[in-house]
């Protein structure tokens, strides 16, 4: 098949996911376009493939536009990469704007009596916490129903997608997957003995630092598990709260033993030093970097917002517990660390129930979607 995807080119869960789904499908033998505005962060770390194929939209500035328009350099750009590499499919990642657009562009495209199928994975962020908000709300609603096909990364944000919208198509779940080629525990002592000299219990959290992360509960957790338990706390990542973080760090005298990493490539080579996982999130669609940390064999301490659950199970794989519930987190981070067999038992238990994820059982998971949706459009629905 020949398939353009569309996504945000950052570091966040969603272009991840993207540009994972889209490397993943070029190996299988289908020729990938990715359109955007910059190079996905994951393709920028991956060697030549001959089925990948990248697009930049670069948007036209003019001293009239305070706000590019990147929407309509987007569909322009779409419309150009449809019809002249022949694309059999459209699949946008993140509704806002991207169902949008496609909309527009299979219209345009339908003026030259050509159908392009298009479609859309919902993430997270743009049912639950953009999309929902009244600015966008009636176009989101309007592009998904739109939609040829529809997928969500978990049944709870399924869910939440039917309670905030009138949505009048089937919405699949297909889970987030991971590629264990890369995501796997490899031995990295040397590395942790610079940061554990001690043998310290080492805490990570993963994120872009957004106030739906609550990254200030990672670190009262942390505090609470320091006082108990020699520690340090490893923060990647970068954002908006950042800032803050550090002045609290300081604040409760914790600089030395929390240290702010910065966004970084290789993860798994962090994740192969983590003793547990924290990722105390007020709303989370499915936890892509619980994911990761899992198939690195790290237990995870979360909250039970939206997908979580689905991912990391309770006393099996981790802990959950209600948003900002800082004492019982710490109290179960200490329980776990403090008990070396049962945090051996917590790591075999996460890496079996990553393996559910593995990229090899959801990638046939989309091919199969596509298919559906591209024979639903020959017969006319
Ligand atoms: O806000 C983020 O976490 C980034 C966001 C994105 O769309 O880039 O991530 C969302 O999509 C990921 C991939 O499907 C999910 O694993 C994350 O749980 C989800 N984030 C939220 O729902 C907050």
Redesign the pocket.
Known sequence: MKIGIVC?PTF????V?ATELGLGLAKRGHKIHFITYRQPVRLAQHHFHENVFFHEVSNADYPLFEYPPYDTALASKMVDVVKYENLDLLHVH?AIPHATVAYIVKKILLTEGRYVPVVTTL???DI?LVGNNRAFAPVVEFSINKSDGVTA?SQSLKNDTLAHFKIAKDIEVIY?FIDFERFKKINKDHFKKIIAPNGEKILVHTS?F?K?KRVEDVIFIFKKVYEKIPSKLLLIGDGPERQHLEELCRDIGLCNEIRFLGKQDAIEELLAIADLFVIP?G??????SALEAMACEVPVLSTNA?GLPEVNIHGVTGYLSEVGNVDEMAKYAIELLCNEELHQTFRRNALAQAKRFDLHNILPLYEAYYESVLEKVMIGY
Do not use: A, I, K, P
């Open positions: 945000y966040g869960g969603s272009g996911v993140y993430h997270g962020t639950t990364v987030n872009n957004r739906v999130s709303s989370e669609s499915f936890g892509l939206g």
